[in-house]
């Protein structure tokens, strides 16, 4: 409660007002804010009021504001007009968002809620929350004119990096990037400088590497150039180059934003001195809106962008991609901001989480990315294509009604006023709204500042409370035993969700799990429920797939009945013998020695290929079939093209995993990553294919930005470098020299498919050497009689580029641990598909390209055979996974008529298992 004293008591309670910079977050009386009238007055407040801070952390926010503007101005009163002033600045269009809410929700007829009273509230606890931050509190890094960092500083780890305007004429004449290295040679000093930073990339050197890296090249120069002085002066090159950064500096004792030069917090309840050492940080900004133009003037992006209306479906029912989402769909019909109409405005799936730099600190940094969902599928996924649009860095996490600031006013004119671009030098404009948000559980709870999973009410998508387990440890988990259908009895719904928020910000406590407002309530086309999506990759491969495996094999669990760690050796065995194809990155690793280590990719592999055919023989018949739906019903959801039949059975197949599973394992695992199993068909309603919104990509790309950071010194150096290479090197890729730019492309992901040849939307590149072959006698008539041509006139290869898979023929013996001449192909003679394993592929003088395979034949056996005995009323199939014998024979096809490269796995059982890819989207 925030109490009211007389003016003699002011000092000696801001005294008691104690913070501790190395805590990571103090019990901070902004977290619930309470409402007061007297913000909708004009009212003067006395200036003898103060506050105590109770262990009840609610806050008058015109006491507040008032002791703020108190502090900064020395007046007797609080001016009114510095309430309206940041009441406009970070005003929230609350009756737009209902308005809104009303047309894409949908919501029930008999909902009473007073839309009017409730836009009043929102808009108050929100323009509450953002009083924390002020307009003046960030400095934009182009314009600030520090002097250059001291000499003595190079070896201090402990220094203020402060970036500096690309003027006429840098600092230093000589680190001019149009300066030739040395007189006589024709590369520039920027030129040198991308060079050497594009092979630390590719290669992954270390900072130690890259610093002798710079030594040993200085030493073959006959003139050192700045740059190679040391690697201090590398990253300080790239840390100065040109981009739309700006820093925003905070408060590290009350997380309140200040401005650069400010030597008290403007928070009235802290007050403390921020020109000491550690006592003010501050997060990065870059500019979206910049991004986006940047993006608009690639060439080919504006086509890429239109790709949407022109695609073909495989089937024009099923959900294929996030455009047959509901969410999309609500705003791509009836010449709504995404249709046809304006083929110009983008949508965006955001993304946060913390990312460890350092193993012997808690460092860590925490980048937001904005995912363009109109890019095709690959290229939407690439880091090149996502926009860097904000990086908190340090100890502690980040607090999100800052941090998410001025994320949330980019964002709210990008779909109200959109910006101005060029196309074909026509001006057009272009809206941006948001519609998705994907994270694992911790960084989902602070973006929707929502209760952490082992909280109450900690679903994002409904309101079932969970309660209480006890451990035997002494210890407690959250758990939400399963209620069967009612799960959809208690789905959230945006406004209601508007009114938690309200009522816990009155209460001062959370209202069924939602602490209070989030940036991102108010976002027009921003749905609170639907629109935060579950992520697969760590709620189901990171979640259940690991907990499962672990239960499985762990000497702790050797007792229970579902162990098999006896056969951890013959598991071992199983896995080593696998040779995965070349789209899985990584070859299978023991369970026994290798299994902590395991990443979400390798999970997935597990889950879809190799688990089913290993544990066929080794699970109990129940247990096989339990966890057989649950992988069936996955891949269901991650298909290529998902119709309604499909989903309604993973709903069922999910249901009953998750109702059996207390009763096989118990109910101690039944967390809120097993509760969410239940959500997850609706989330593929919603927003399309779980690997649609799977937040692989976006550690993908937190890969590529930890990549930049080498060693624990100038940590602050080399985030700003970092962050203006991403923004960057783009644009430095294509200003490299002609003479240069071959070793620059091949280091810097160079696409190695060459010359490409267009059949239609596919092409072909055969690798390596061609061969002459002879054929047998049968395989020459069959290629006369159906495709008249000759095989003396043809080329014969052994690998082959197609559709951006890699395919090898099976006697392709330089290649030992993969097997990627297994295929699933479309028999013309026979007209029915087909698994077999290549033999080589074919090329005519014509122009027409073969592929020789030898076909499998359907074996008998299923993968259930051994669980006839165990009731499988629900069917489980796992579809995906064939079980197939060899043949003798030979079928030739024309390369278009490939599918798809499968997995192939020979464990020494009476017949092969070919698996299916799930999609053909997802790979390492």
């Known amino acids: 409660m925030i109490m009211m004293e007389n003016n003699e008591g002011i000092a000696e309670k801001r005294r008691k007002v104690t913070y501790s910079a190395r805590t990571a977050r103090p019990k901070r009386y902004n977290r619930y804010l309470k409402l007061s009238s007297s913000l909708t007055t004009s009212n003067d407040r006395p200036a003898s009021l103060s506050h105590s801070v109770t262990n009840n952390t609610s806050i008058d926010c015109a006491e507040f504001l008032s002791e703020c503007e108190t502090t900064a101005t020395a007046s007797d009163q609080v001016n009114s007009s510095f309430i309206s002033d940041v009441s406009s600045n970070t005003s929230i269009d609350c009756a737009d968002l209902l308005s809104e809410c009303e047309k894409i929700e949908e919501p029930a007829a008999n909902n009473d809620v007073n839309q009017s009273q409730l836009a009043d509230e929102i808009e108050k606890i929100l323009n509450d929350i953002r009083t924390l931050g002020h307009q003046e509190g960030y400095e934009d890094l182009s314009q600030n004119d520090e002097d250059d960092i001291p000499e003595s500083f190079i070896e201090d780890s402990e220094y203020e990096f402060e970036l500096e305007e690309n003027k006429e004429g840098n600092v230093n004449d000589d680190t001019d990037q149009g300066n030739l290295i040395y007189a006589g040679h024709t590369m520039t000093v920027g030129v040198s400088m991308l060079l050497i ?40 090159y790239f840390a100065e180059l040109k981009s739309p950064v700006k820093k925003h500096y905070f408060c590290k004792f009350c997380l309140t934003l200040v401005s650069d030069s400010a030597k008290t917090c403007a928070n009235g309840l802290c007050l403390r001195d921020i020109t000491k050492e550690n ?47 509901e969410i999309y769909k609500k705003l791509s019909t009836n010449n709504r901001p995404l249709s046809e109409h304006y083929p110009f405005n983008v949508s965006f799936t955001m993304n946060t989480d913390g990312v460890p730099i350092f193993k012997s600190s808690k460092f860590s940094i925490w980048p937001v990315y904005l995912m363009i969902n109109e890019l095709p599928k690959k290229e939407r996924k690439l880091t090149e294509n996502m926009m860097l649009c904000g990086l908190w860095f340090g100890e502690i996490k980040p ?67 969970g309660r209480t387990f006890k451990t035997g440890k002494g210890g407690s988990v959250r758990i939400f035993p399963y209620q069967g259908e009612n799960v959809n009895e208690h789905k959230r719904d945006k406004l209601q969700t508007i009114q938690n928020a309200i009522q816990a910000t009155e209460c001062g406590k959370p209202v069924q799990g939602i602490k209070g407002p989030s940036f991102l309530m108010d976002l027009k086309a921003y749905d609170f429920v639907k629109g935060s999506c579950i992520d697969y990759m760590h709620g189901v491969l990171l979640g259940i797939t690991k907990l499962l495996t672990t239960l499985w094999v762990s000497p702790k669990h050797s007792k229970e009945t579902f162990s098999i760690a006896t056969f951890s050796e013959l598991i071992d065995k199983k896995l080593l013998s696998i040779k995965p194809p070349s789209f899985i990155s990584r070859v299978p690793r023991t369970l026994s020695c290798h299994f902590k280590y395991w990443k979400a990719s390798e999970l997935r592999s597990w889950l879809f290929y190799y688990s089913l055919p290993i544990l066929n023989n080794l699970l109990i018949a129940s247990y096989f079939i339990h966890y057989a739906a649950f992988v069936e019903a996955i891949s269901l959801l991650c298909g290529n093209s998902i119709s309604e039949d499909s989903i309604q059975k993973s709903e069922v197949l999910l249901q009953y995993f998750v109702m059996v599973f207390p009763e096989l394992y118990g109910e101690r695992y039944m967390t809120l990553n097993m509760h969410a199993l239940l959500h997850l068909p609706q989330c593929v309603r919603d927003s399309g294919p779980l690997w649609v919104t799977s937040c692989f990509s976006f550690e993908s790309a937190n890969g590529e930005l930890t990549k930049l950071f080498h060693g624990t010194q100038n940590v602050e150096c080399q985030i700003v470098a970092s962050v203006n290479i991403i923004q960057n090197l783009p644009t430095l890729m294509n200003s490299i020299p002609e003479q240069f730019s071959g070793f620059a492309k091949r280091m810097h992901r160079f696409n190695p498919l060459g010359n490409r040849k267009f059949v239609g939307d596919m092409f072909e590149k055969f690798c390596g050497s061609a061969y002459s072959k002879l054929l047998t006698a049968s395989l020459n008539e069959k290629l006369q009689n159906s495709f008249n041509v000759l095989s003396s006139e043809m080329q014969f290869f052994n690998r082959m580029i ?10 392709y013996t330089r290649v030992k641990q993969r097997n990627s001449y297994t295929v699933k192909y479309f028999c013309p003679e026979s007209r029915i598909v087909k698994f077999g394993q290549i033999l080589f592929f074919g090329h005519h003088k014509t122009g027409q390209s073969f592929t020789f395979i030898s076909p499998f034949k359907r074996s008998e056996k299923t993968l ?34 490939l599918i798809t490269v499968c997995v192939f796995i020979d464990i020494q059982d009476s017949c092969w298992y070919v698996c299916e890819p799930p999609n053909f989207t997802e790979t390492d």
């Open 279 to 325: 006592s003010k940080g501050y997060f990065l900004e870059i500019s979206v809106t910049e991004q986006l133009k940047n993006l608009f003037n690639r060439e080919g992006f504006v086509d890429a962008i239109k790709h949407r209306f022109s695609k073909i479906k495989r089937n024009k029912s099923n959900i294929e991609d996030i455009y047959d989402g």
């Open 864 to 897: 259930f055979d051994l669980c006839r005995d165990t009731p499988n009323v629900l069917r489980v199939q796992a579809p995906h996974i064939h079980l197939l014998l060899p043949t003798n024979n030979t079928d030739i096809i024309l390369v278009q008529n």
């Open 197 to 236: 930073l594009i092979y630390s990339i590719s290669h992954g050197i270390s900072g130690s590497q890259l610093s002798d890296l710079l030594t040993l090249i200085g030493l073959h120069c006959v003139k050192i150039h700045p740059g190679l002085k040391s690697l201090f002066h590398f990253q300080k």
């Open 399 to 465: 607090f999100m009604p800052v941090f998410g600031k001025p994320l949330h006013e980019a964002l709210k004119t990008l779909e109200t006023l959109g910006i101005q671009i060029e196309v074909n030098g026509r001006t057009e404009r272009c809206k941006g709204f948001l519609l998705c948000t994907t994270a694992d559980l911790p960084a989902r709870s602070l973006l929707l500042n929502m209760n952490q999973f082992n909280g109450a009410y900690s679903c994002q998508k409904c309101t079932l409370e």
């Open 802 to 811: 197609f559709r951006g898979q890699v395919y090898h023929s099976k006697d």
